[in-house]
Every structure is written in structure tokens, then in C-alpha cells.
């Protein structure tokens, strides 16, 4: 059975599993468009997003405080296995219904999180260590959704900087990273 959010992180997650399996280990230390995190740090967070959000589906509380370091032998395998199974905990039809009781906020609100979370960090990665990263048009249409409805709740929690202005020629892709505080142009400093 499929849900609608497990259907978008299904399109999403190959493009991510692409870029995470394209990084070396001569990267992990390079700069992201976080700025708080190197290539390894945003990686082990977004293993930690793959691995939580599935116990978010089962209305599971999870420990956002644990710092694990993911990157042992076999890490891309690891993280591709583990998108599997994001994707599959979120296609129960149950996973989407009432109120996450760890975050206080719907179910289907906690799965667009991940689908954000998977997207644009696949785009930190792969700006961070030269690839290149599209989105398909429906995660973007409802990615932009979830900004309309929690862009400024973001803001205020500490999940999105200010947004970035981005011009008229812009992608979509480009105006939904502007939107969660990133700048689209970002590059690696030498």
C-alpha cells in the first residue's frame, strides 16, 4: 500500500541516495550550506532524519540529542536501506492519521518534514561536494505547500534562517531553498 507522502519521498529519495552515495571520503570534512555543519556532520544528521522520522510514523518519541557517527563501513548501503524504510513506514495509511504525540503536530505535517528534511539536504550535499541535485515537480509543488502552511513556524523554531530572495529566472527548486533560508548560489569557499 502507498500514501501520498510515501509516494513523494519514493520520487524524492533516489535523487538524495544518488548524492550520498557520490561523496567521498575526501569530502566529509568540506563546508555545507549549513553553516554549522562539514559534509560528515549534515550526513550523520540526515541518517538521524531517515532513522527517526520512521518512528515518527509509528507515533514513536525519538532522541534528537543522540550524536551517533553513522559513516562506519558500509554507510551509503546503510543510508539507502534506511530511506527504504522511511519510505515504507510512512506508505501505512495509519502513520498519516491524528496528531504526533512527540510533536504536537499532525501526522501528515510530521511526514512532510522528512520529505523536506531528504530534499533539501540532498541539495546541501551534493552543492557541498559538486553534484547536482532536481527535485521532481510534485515534491516541489508540496514542498512549497508545507512552506506556505509552516515556513515562519520554521523560522521561529530554529529550522529555517531567513528567507532568501531569489529572482524572477529562478527555478523552483531555487525559490523553495530561498524560502527555507538558503542561498541558491551558494558555493564552496576555497
Given at each position: ?27 566529509l ?30 507515533r ?59 530534499t ?55 525559490r ?15
Amino acid at each position: 500500500m502507498a500514501t501520498k507522502t510515501s509516494e513523494l519521498l519514493a520520487a524524492a529519495a533516489p535523487r538524495t541516495v544518488a548524492v550520498v552515495r557520490g561523496i567521498s571520503a575526501d569530502q566529509l570534512e568540506l563546508p555545507t550550506p549549513c553553516p554549522d555543519y562539514s559534509v560528515r556532520d549534515l550526513l550523520n544528521h540526515l541518517y538521524d532524519v531517515v532513522v527517526n522520522f520512521q518512528a515518527l510514523a509509528r507515533r514513536r518519541e525519538v532522541d534528537w540529542s543522540a550524536k551517533t557517527d553513522h559513516l562506519t563501513e558500509g554507510w551509503r548501503d546503510g543510508f539507502e536501506a534506511e530511506t527504504g524504510r522511511l519510505i515504507e513506514a510512512w506508505s501505512d495509511p495509519a502513520a498519516l492519521e491524528g496528531v504526533s504525540p512527540g510533536m504536537g503536530l499532525p501526522q501528515e505535517t510530521v511526514g512532510e518534514m522528512a520529505l523536506t528534511d531528504l530534499t533539501v539536504h540532498g541539495w546541501d550535499l551534493a552543492r557541498a561536494t559538486g553534484q547536482r541535485l532536481d527535485a521532481e515537480p510534485e515534491v516541489l509543488g508540496a514542498l512549497h505547500g508545507f512552506m506556505d502552511r509552516m515556513g515562519s513556524t520554521g523560522r521561529q523554531m530554529g529550522a529555517f534562517a531567513d528567507p532568501v530572495p531569489t529572482t524572477g529566472e529562478a527555478t523552483d527548486l531555487d525559490r523553495l531553498l530561498g524560502r527555507t533560508g538558503r542561498n541558491p548560489a551558494w558555493i564552496p569557499t576555497a
